[in-house]
């Protein structure tokens, strides 16, 4: 059994919210992750990033209400705490709902208040932030003395910190060397940044430049290893079983292995495209629905046992085109003018569809990354931001929670910059999502406001930026309304502060 006391998480834990240099919370970290015994490593980094190694506990906000008073003194260490929300994660069936309330009241019996108050963060979601999943890979390269850039990529191809963590700190680069693309293990996505107008992402990308349709679907990543197909989302999850069109389809290629990246979209009886909410509902809803999504693929990072991540576009493309007929392809074009790309950008509008992603030919599949070298145009201003607060509502919206609180990532200190509220765009059946959505987020109500933690990713559309010293970042959105709820998403995916600003000065305000 490992020897770290889990005291010891909960003060750096404590000591890294309360530091706000960078580097000093990297070096904080560290010197946590050095101390972990080998079989502590996985659950101590899970509690160092602000998560549980068990995706699914089953303890929600109301089990952590009527909490037994704090042990006065430490007894807990990460492998005991770990093996006890093991326990609690796998109870099920008759009775569960006590049995479950006994551990829970157990584990928090022998926690001293510092240390409960890190379970509660925990258990409760709150602590999870993409800025302290930066940090810690940069911390598990300073504690396991290996470049961060090797961290880095192992991260991104296993997306699991807690096995780059156990590699790096046990096995040092050569371990982590081994992390390989594996056929069937999501890997995190290639990202597009955003511009204004397809002039502005040929500047970004250079010319000549590839001119993908833009769909507006779900993102979709496939696996297909001999006859076992996987798909997941763009946050990697498993969505295989709610996709059977795509299966079928992935499954009639003349291949062996393969991982392709694209889009999953409805049609309509008459071949255009469904709205983006009738599609991403089919895909969350289990079991086969009356319409079935097709894919259409844009890239392929893995062919028949060769890795091509690391190839330029041209070259991915090409294998792509060899490898799937036209009808499973996104349409693309070549071009080398703005005229050109303004051309594929109007075809793409009159198809119906969302707009085009300019895209550099040279540039390798960077795993993860939102660079230069893919830009989104869209025919309107939208950003992706994350939902802080909710405001009941009144009138007819009486009982609904109605009024949104917006706010766009900061990456200088991982949280999160209020924009500004909007009603606007809310139809009744987003209405009542988002109050049983909302209800689940709370952390605090006042009978007006309720707070809630910032996970939901919502887009909307406004018209431009202006200044404002109403709001905390110095800058508020004009008419913003809602367009719809981002499942896809996770926060640390949400648009940043810059971005909202770079708007501000690019003639949009």
Same mark, same amino acid.
């Given at each position: 059994?490992?020897?770290?006391?889990?005291?010891?998480?909960?003060?750096?834990?404590?000591?890294?919210?309360?530091?706000?240099?960078? =580097?000093?919370?990297?070096?904080?970290?560290?010197?946590?992750?050095?101390?972990?015994?080998?079989?502590?490593?996985?659950?101590?980094?899970?509690?160092?990033?602000?998560?549980?190694?068990?995706?699914?506990?089953?303890?929600?906000?109301?089990?952590? !209400?009527?909490?037994?008073?704090?042990?006065?003194?430490?007894?807990?260490?990460?492998?005991? *705490?770990?093996?006890?929300?093991?326990?609690?994660?796998?109870?099920?069936?008759?009775?569960?709902?006590?049995?479950?309330?006994?551990?829970?009241?157990?584990?928090?019996?022998?926690?001293?208040?510092?240390?409960?108050?890190?379970?509660?963060?925990?258990?409760?979601?709150?602590?999870?932030?993409?800025?302290?999943?930066?940090?810690?890979?940069?911390?598990?390269?300073?504690?396991?003395?290996?470049?961060?850039?090797?961290?880095?990529?192992?991260?991104?191809?296993?997306?699991?910190?807690?096995?780059?963590?156990?590699?790096?700190?046990?096995?040092?680069?050569?371990?982590?060397?081994?992390?390989?693309?594996?056929?069937?293990?999501?890997?995190?996505?290639?990202?597009?940044?955003?511009?204004?107008?397809?002039?502005?992402?040929?500047?970004? %990308?250079?010319?000549?430049?590839?001119?993908?349709?833009?769909?507006?679907?779900?993102?979709?990543?496939?696996?297909?290893?001999?006859?076992? *197909?996987?798909?997941?989302?763009?946050?990697?999850?498993?969505? #295989?079983? !709610?996709?059977?069109?795509?299966?079928?389809?992935?499954?009639?290629?003349?291949?062996?292995?393969?991982?392709?990246?694209?889009?999953?979209?409805?049609?309509?009886?008459?071949?255009?495209?469904?709205? +983006?909410?009738? %599609?991403?509902?089919?895909?969350?809803?289990?079991? =086969?629905?009356?319409?079935?999504?097709?894919?259409?693929?844009?890239?392929?990072?893995?062919?028949?046992?060769?890795?091509?991540?690391?190839?330029?576009?041209?070259?991915?493309?090409?294998?792509?085109?060899?490898?799937?007929?036209?009808?499973?392809?996104?349409?693309?074009?070549?071009?080398?003018?703005?005229?050109?790309?303004?051309?594929? +950008?109007?075809?793409?509008?009159?198809?119906?569809?969302?707009? $085009?992603?300019?895209?550099?030919?040279?540039?390798?599949?960077? *795993?993860?990354?939102?660079?230069?070298?893919?830009? =989104?145009?869209? @025919?309107?201003? #939208?950003?992706?931001?994350?939902?802080?607060?909710?405001?009941?509502?009144?009138? &007819?919206? &009486?009982?609904?929670?109605?009024?949104?609180?917006?706010?766009?990532?900061?990456?200088? #200190?991982?949280?999160? $910059?209020?924009?500004?509220?909007?009603? =606007?765009?809310?139809?009744?059946?987003?209405?009542?999502?988002?109050?049983?959505? +909302?209800?689940?987020?709370?952390?605090?109500?006042?009978?007006?406001?309720?707070?809630?933690?910032?996970?939901?990713?919502?887009? $909307?559309?406004?018209?431009?930026?202006?200044?404002? @010293? &109403?709001?905390?970042?110095? *800058?508020?959105?004009?008419?913003?309304?809602?367009?719809?709820?981002?499942?896809?998403?996770?926060?640390?995916?949400?648009?940043?502060?810059?971005?909202?600003?770079?708007?501000?000065?690019?003639?949009?305000?």
């Amino acid at each position: 059994m490992g020897s770290v006391r889990f005291l010891d998480i909960a003060a750096t834990s404590a000591a890294v919210s309360s530091t706000s240099g960078r =580097k000093a919370k990297i070096e904080l970290l560290a010197d946590a992750l050095r101390r972990l015994e080998p079989d502590e490593i996985t659950a101590g980094a899970a509690f160092l990033a602000g998560e549980l190694r068990q995706r699914q506990t089953g303890v929600g906000y109301a089990a952590l !209400r009527d909490l037994p008073p704090p042990a006065a003194e430490p007894s807990l260490t990460v492998a005991a *705490v770990d093996t006890a929300i093991a326990e609690i994660s796998v109870v099920a069936g008759a009775g569960s709902q006590a049995r479950r309330r006994e551990l829970i009241g157990a584990l928090f019996a022998a926690a001293t208040a510092d240390e409960q108050r890190l379970l509660v963060g925990l258990f409760g979601g709150e602590l999870r932030q993409g800025a302290q999943a930066g940090l810690l890979a940069e911390a598990v390269a300073a504690a396991a003395a290996v470049p961060a850039v090797a961290v880095r990529r192992a991260l991104l191809l296993c997306g699991d910190l807690k096995q780059v963590a156990s590699a790096a700190l046990t096995g040092g680069a050569a371990a982590l060397a081994e992390i390989h693309l594996r056929v069937g293990t999501p890997l995190s996505p290639m990202l597009a940044s955003s511009a204004p107008d397809v002039a502005a992402a040929l500047l970004a %990308t250079g010319a000549p430049a590839v001119v993908d349709t833009k769909l507006d679907g779900i993102r979709i990543q496939v696996h297909r290893s001999g006859d076992e *197909v996987a798909v997941f989302t763009r946050s990697l999850d498993d969505i #295989t079983a !709610r996709l059977p069109g795509v299966v079928s389809a992935v499954k009639a290629l003349p291949l062996r292995s393969a991982v392709l990246d694209g889009e999953a979209m409805g049609l309509g009886p008459d071949g255009r495209p469904l709205p +983006f909410q009738e %599609t991403s509902s089919r895909a969350a809803t289990r079991g =086969k629905s009356d319409i079935s999504l097709v894919p259409y693929f844009f890239d392929v990072l893995h062919l028949d046992g060769v890795d091509l991540l690391d190839e330029p576009g041209r070259v991915r493309w090409a294998a792509l085109a060899d490898a799937l007929p036209a009808s499973l392809i996104v349409g693309r074009h070549t071009v080398s003018s703005e005229e050109e790309a303004a051309a594929a +950008f109007a075809a793409a509008l009159a198809a119906g569809q969302e707009g $085009v992603v300019v895209k550099a030919p040279d540039a390798p599949y960077d *795993v993860g990354r939102r660079g230069a070298a893919w830009v =989104k145009v869209k @025919p309107r201003h #939208t950003l992706d931001l994350v939902v802080l607060a909710v405001e009941w509502g009144h009138g &007819r919206r &009486r009982g609904w929670l109605s009024n949104l609180h917006l706010g766009a990532r900061d990456p200088s #200190t991982g949280g999160f $910059v209020m924009l500004g509220k909007t009603f =606007k765009g809310l139809t009744d059946e987003l209405l009542r999502w988002q109050t049983e959505r +909302f209800k689940e987020l709370a952390v605090d109500d006042n009978g007006w406001v309720v707070r809630v933690r910032p996970e939901q990713v919502v887009e $909307v559309a406004f018209d431009g930026v202006q200044t404002s @010293p &109403r709001y905390p970042g110095g *800058v508020a959105l004009r008419f913003a309304r809602v367009l719809r709820y981002r499942e896809d998403k996770s926060a640390h995916e949400a648009d940043t502060i810059e971005t909202v600003r770079a708007l501000q000065g690019s003639g949009h305000s």
